[in-house]
């Protein structure tokens, strides 16, 4: 299969390098057009007035913690199963970025919630399995730099990311198996969406912006990854950005 | 149109600090990792470069 080539690092570094451009680029322009929609084609919530505008960061931020934590534990079992190089690469180079969006989905999680809920904070299943994911991200990267062979820790950090990966459906479906504050799906597979059309299309758009920063920003940050652990290979020394 | 003056923009129906504060946070966020990635990118390539050389004037009579 043609996708196999980028198993091999060298590969994988110029694929990388050609990608992150466009998917951040791409991420720019979905954010200014999703800030648009949001902001200033979105009219008021009837209900919230205008602080229901962090939803449009909230909830993307929340999908793409789970999201990239799935990608991960595919990364982790590709490695595992068919030992692959690159696989631990680009599990690592994946935790920072969905660390980050889970923080934001909790920090702006709480910012919505003092002035709908008046708390801050509630001990209920949604939130609970969103920290605990969280924890998962930050146990994943201390783990995986507090082991010096780059082997050991690929393996090490793939169980952690298989294990866990079973706490993004219980975050998932929290909301339906518990009698949680935190309010059902506005959007599911099953039935219609239950928001205006311009809420939801802020929504989805500000959602592939931050597809596409995580995608830009896996591959920036695998490169350097490569370049760690492919230091002695020849290839590495005739790039440009070796020269001078 | 949402808003008659920047003045209700900024204002957020009285949920400036909530809105704002979140937006802002996404932003610092995104930025810090940006910032940190580059460095590391740069760290990285001095260190490359820096042993190559210093293996160059190793093998040098």
Same mark, same amino acid.
């Given at each position: 299969m043609f996708w196999l080539q980028y198993a091999a690092p060298q590969r994988l570094y110029a694929l990388a390098g050609r990608v992150y451009p466009l998917a951040f680029a791409l991420a720019a322009v979905l954010t200014a057009v999703g800030l648009y929609l949001g902001f200033w084609v979105a009219p008021a919530?009837? @209900? @919230?007035? @205008?602080?229901? /505008?962090i939803i449009f960061i909230h909830v993307p931020a929340s999908w793409m913690s789970m999201v990239i934590y799935v990608a991960m534990a595919f990364w982790a079992w590709l490695g595992l199963g068919f030992? =692959? /190089?690159v696989s631990g690469m680009m599990t690592q180079a994946l935790a920072p970025t969905g660390a980050l969006f889970c923080f934001l989905s909790l920090w702006t999680g709480a910012l919505w919630g003092? &002035?709908? +809920?008046? $708390? %801050? %904070?509630? +001990?209920d299943a949604r939130l609970t399995s969103e920290l605990i994911l969280l924890f998962l991200y930050l146990g994943y990267i201390a783990l995986t730099r507090a082991i010096d062979d780059p082997r050991r820790a690929d393996r090490a950090g793939a169980v952690v990311a298989l294990v866990g990966v079973v706490n993004v459906p219980i975050i998932y479906f929290s909301v339906k198996w518990w009698n949680t504050l935190h309010q059902g $799906? #506005?959007? #599911?597979? =099953?039935? #219609? &969406? #239950?928001? $205006?059309a311009v809420m939801l299309w802020a929504m989805l758009v500000m959602t592939l912006a931050f597809w596409a920063y995580a995608v830009g920003m896996a591959f920036y940050r695998v490169r350097q990854t490569i370049l760690e652990r492919e230091h002695d290979a020849a290839w590495v020394g005739e790039l440009k950005e070796m020269a001078a | 149109m949402n808003w008659s003056s920047w003045a209700e923009f900024w204002d957020m129906g009285g949920y400036a600090f909530y809105v704002w504060g979140s937006y802002g946070v996404v932003a610092l966020g995104v930025a810090l990792e940006l910032w940190l990635a580059a460095g590391r990118r740069a760290e990285v390539l001095l260190t490359l470069r820096r042993s190559r050389d210093e293996a160059l004037a190793g093998d040098a009579p």
């Open positions: 919530d009837f @209900q @919230q007035g @205008q602080a229901y /505008r030992k =692959t /190089r003092k &002035p709908m +809920w008046g $708390a %801050w %904070w509630v +001990w $799906a #506005s959007v #599911s597979l =099953t039935k #219609s &969406p #239950s928001m $205006a | -």
